[in-house]
């Protein structure tokens, strides 16, 4: 059955080394531009890091603008030993990738049959969208490795009744797979109560340990730093109780899953697959047998329900999910498609053959509609973000900015940088988490005073940002100098940005700087006029 792991190799590399071509043929610079700002979040604070010891995008403060522990040591560590190099991303998501392939070959070699394998084949990629998080540059192809390991070993654990070195092995993986992205503490949860339930105390108290250990010690380093338990981006992005428990957890649950259209599309027909799965266990073998049978089933979609609560569920958050359902769907996919043949007439196996080709529908869909996205994000990052950086670079190096998207502007720009949505910047997370429960027009205003306090009192000098994602309106006292807008954007937040100052003898020198920089030819630049 090896040929199918040089099928999986080679599909994987022609499909990945394709956009990594197609984009990079259509960048103005010579070097690839990923397709997504916030790989250079990652960038600028592990160069920060691993120069002077900052976990920030800043020079000489403690902003918890990253979501994973993992992988911004890794970048730094990187970055300490050879020097900043633009492209350690990529060589990591590569080898992640490549692994990751790998493991989801062994996964079906070592524990099923070459069905299983063929079908892997057609179903993991267009699911999954691996290829697409290698070119990101982000985290979140260790962590679908991670992911894809800790089924594995849970699957040989199992069969193994959790020997020794087998449980080892489990343990190194969840330590990992923590350090990644906060979500996976959903997976180690779930994990941790299937064998609680399942009377293996000892391994369930390990599972726990092991897998919040690492939270937990960079949660008291970054409280002990003056920021959140948690990084910024989990608080201002994340849903979580408060106030009015109740209350609270039926908002939660409306926003997660019942009025979330990514939730039914990506979930939906798994979902019924597994209840196809327990009510035909549940009615042959009783629900102890359902249990010992089906744990890999609970612990994934436990932490697809928690992961869909808490956390995010697009753009890319899910994918890691998208992969274990392909591991733990296939298997149970070639079963039913036996049954099938022999009972045409099975409602239930309709049901979940019906379904899970739904599901598989459903990735083809999804790389369909990425593939216009993946031609031009580069481009489009490119023509934006990685301008704006270097025009900060150029004119304003080691001076105060404000911004309200930060990668490429952090990393290229250095500069000081307040980032008014909070991810960057811990004193205006703070303010957000303060001020949440206030209404619309009470915290616009609020705001307003806040922001333009802190940057009169710190001296800023320039801001560039999306106008709208400013709350309510950009305030009349900001001097509006220029407009950058490119044209046919996917991968950026809005197409255009404006260029604004705080004085009128600030706006005159942002003025003439803008007149010298040599901006690239796609972007349209236009002026204000201000008295």
Same mark, same amino acid.
């Given at each position: 059955?090896?040929?199918?792991?040089?099928?999986? #190799?080679?599909?994987?590399?022609?499909?990945?080394?394709?956009?990594?071509?197609?984009?990079?043929?259509?960048?103005? @610079?010579?070097?690839?531009?990923?397709?997504?700002?916030?790989?250079?979040?990652?960038?600028?604070?592990?160069?920060?890091?691993?120069?002077?010891?900052?976990w920030s995008i800043n020079f000489n403060s403690f902003d918890s603008g990253s979501?994973?522990?993992?992988?911004?040591?890794?970048?730094?560590?990187?970055?300490?030993?050879?020097?900043?190099?633009?492209?350690?991303?990529?060589?990591?998501?590569?080898?992640?990738?490549?692994?990751?392939?790998?493991?989801?070959?062994?996964?079906?070699?070592?524990?099923?049959?070459?069905?299983?394998?063929?079908?892997?084949?057609?179903?993991?990629?267009? /699911?999954?969208?691996?290829?697409?998080?290698?070119?990101?540059?982000?985290?979140?192809?260790?962590?679908?490795?991670?992911? $894809?390991?800790?089924?594995?070993?849970?699957?040989?654990?199992?069969?193994?009744?959790?020997?020794?070195?087998?449980?080892?092995?489990?343990?190194?993986? #969840?330590?990992?797979?923590?350090?990644?992205?906060?979500?996976?503490?959903?997976?180690?949860?779930?994990? @941790?109560?299937?064998?609680?339930?399942?009377?293996?105390?000892?391994?369930?108290?390990?599972?726990? /340990?092991? @897998?919040?250990?690492?939270?937990?010690?960079?949660?008291?380093?970054?409280?002990?730093?003056?920021?959140?338990?948690?990084?910024?981006?989990?608080?201002?992005?994340?849903?979580?109780?408060?106030?009015?428990?109740?209350?609270?957890? +039926?908002?939660?649950?409306?926003?997660?899953?019942?009025?979330?259209?990514?939730?039914?599309?990506?979930?939906?027909?798994?979902?019924?697959?597994?209840?196809?799965?327990?009510?035909?266990?549940?009615?042959?073998?009783?629900?102890?047998?359902?249990?010992?049978?089906?744990?890999?089933?609970?612990?994934?979609?436990?932490? $697809?329900?928690?992961?869909?609560?808490?956390?995010?569920?697009?753009?890319?958050?899910?994918?890691?999910?998208?992969?274990?359902?392909?591991?733990?769907?296939?298997?149970?996919? #070639?079963?039913?498609? !036996?049954?099938?043949?022999?009972? !045409?007439?099975?409602?239930?196996?309709?049901?979940?053959?019906?379904?899970?080709?739904?599901?598989?529908?459903?990735?083809?869909?999804?790389?369909?509609?990425?593939?216009?996205?993946?031609?031009?994000?580069?481009?489009? /990052?490119?023509?934006?973000?990685?301008?704006?950086?270097?025009?900060?670079?150029?004119?304003?190096?080691?001076?105060?900015?404000?911004?309200?998207?930060?990668?490429?502007?952090?990393?290229?720009?250095?500069?000081?940088?307040?980032?008014?949505?909070?991810?960057?910047?811990?004193? $205006?997370?703070?303010?957000?988490?303060?001020?949440?429960?206030?209404?619309?027009?009470?915290?616009?205003?609020?705001?307003?005073?806040?922001?333009?306090?802190?940057?009169?009192?710190?001296?800023?000098?320039?801001?560039?940002?999306?106008?709208?994602?400013?709350?309510?309106?950009?305030?009349?006292? +900001?001097?509006? /100098?220029?407009? +950058?807008?490119?044209?046919?954007?996917?991968?950026?937040?809005?197409?255009?940005?404006? +260029?604004?100052?705080?004085?009128?003898?600030?706006?005159?020198?942002?003025?003439?700087?803008?007149?010298?920089?040599?901006?690239?030819?796609?972007?349209?630049?236009?002026?204000?006029?201000?008295?």
């Amino acid at each position: 059955m090896q040929k199918y792991l040089f099928y999986y #190799i080679g599909l994987f590399t022609i499909i990945t080394g394709f956009y990594f071509l197609y984009s990079y043929s259509q960048l103005f @610079g010579n070097q690839f531009i990923y397709p997504i700002d916030d790989a250079y979040i990652h960038l600028a604070i592990a160069r920060k890091f691993g120069e002077s010891g900052f976990w920030s995008i800043n020079f000489n403060s403690f902003d918890s603008g990253s979501s994973s522990i993992l992988y911004t040591l890794i970048l730094s560590s990187l970055i300490k030993i050879f020097g900043d190099n633009v492209y350690y991303p990529m060589i990591i998501n590569v080898a992640a990738g490549y692994f990751t392939v790998y493991w989801i070959y062994k996964f079906f070699k070592d524990f099923y049959s070459e069905k299983e394998l063929r079908l892997g084949l057609l179903v993991f990629l267009p /699911v999954s969208l691996l290829y697409i998080m290698v070119l990101l540059g982000m985290e979140q192809t260790i962590h679908m490795l991670l992911s $894809v390991l800790a089924i594995y070993f849970i699957k040989k654990n199992i069969e193994s009744s959790f020997k020794r070195l087998d449980f080892i092995k489990l343990l190194i993986v #969840i330590f990992f797979l923590s350090m990644i992205r906060f979500e996976s503490m959903f997976f180690v949860f779930c994990l @941790g109560l299937i064998l609680l339930i399942d009377r293996k105390f000892k391994e369930g108290f390990l599972i726990f /340990v092991v @897998g919040f250990l690492p939270i937990v010690i960079f949660g008291l380093i970054s409280i002990h730093e003056g920021g959140f338990f948690f990084p910024n981006s989990v608080i201002i992005k994340g849903s979580y109780p408060e106030g009015n428990m109740l209350m609270s957890i +039926w908002a939660i649950f409306k926003k997660g899953i019942l009025l979330n259209i990514s939730f039914y599309k990506l979930f939906l027909f798994p979902i019924i697959c597994a209840l196809v799965i327990l009510f035909d266990s549940y009615k042959k073998q009783g629900f102890q047998t359902l249990f010992r049978n089906n744990k890999i089933l609970f612990i994934v979609f436990g932490t $697809v329900i928690l992961q869909s609560l808490f956390a995010m569920i697009k753009y890319r958050y899910e994918n890691y999910l998208m992969i274990m359902l392909v591991m733990i769907l296939i298997p149970l996919a #070639i079963e039913y498609f !036996k049954q099938l043949k022999i009972n !045409k007439r099975n409602l239930n196996n309709l049901i979940f053959v019906g379904s899970f080709v739904a599901f598989c529908l459903v990735g083809i869909y999804r790389l369909v509609y990425s593939h216009p996205v993946l031609k031009v994000s580069s481009k489009n /990052v490119e023509e934006q973000q990685v301008e704006m950086g270097k025009f900060l670079n150029q004119f304003y190096k080691g001076q105060k900015a404000v911004a309200n998207d930060i990668g490429a502007i952090a990393y290229f720009g250095n500069v000081q940088l307040l980032d008014i949505v909070g991810l960057g910047s811990t004193d $205006v997370a703070k303010f957000y988490v303060e001020n949440k429960k206030l209404n619309e027009i009470d915290f616009n205003e609020k705001y307003d005073r806040f922001l333009s306090n802190y940057i009169s009192k710190n001296h800023y000098k320039v801001a560039v940002i999306y106008p709208n994602w400013y709350p309510d309106k950009v305030p009349e006292s +900001w001097i509006p /100098v220029a407009s +950058w807008k490119i044209e046919n954007n996917r991968g950026t937040a809005q197409n255009r940005v404006v +260029w604004y100052s705080f004085n009128k003898n600030d706006a005159n020198i942002l003025r003439k700087n803008l007149q010298k920089f040599n901006l690239n030819k796609n972007v349209t630049q236009y002026y204000y006029i201000y008295k």
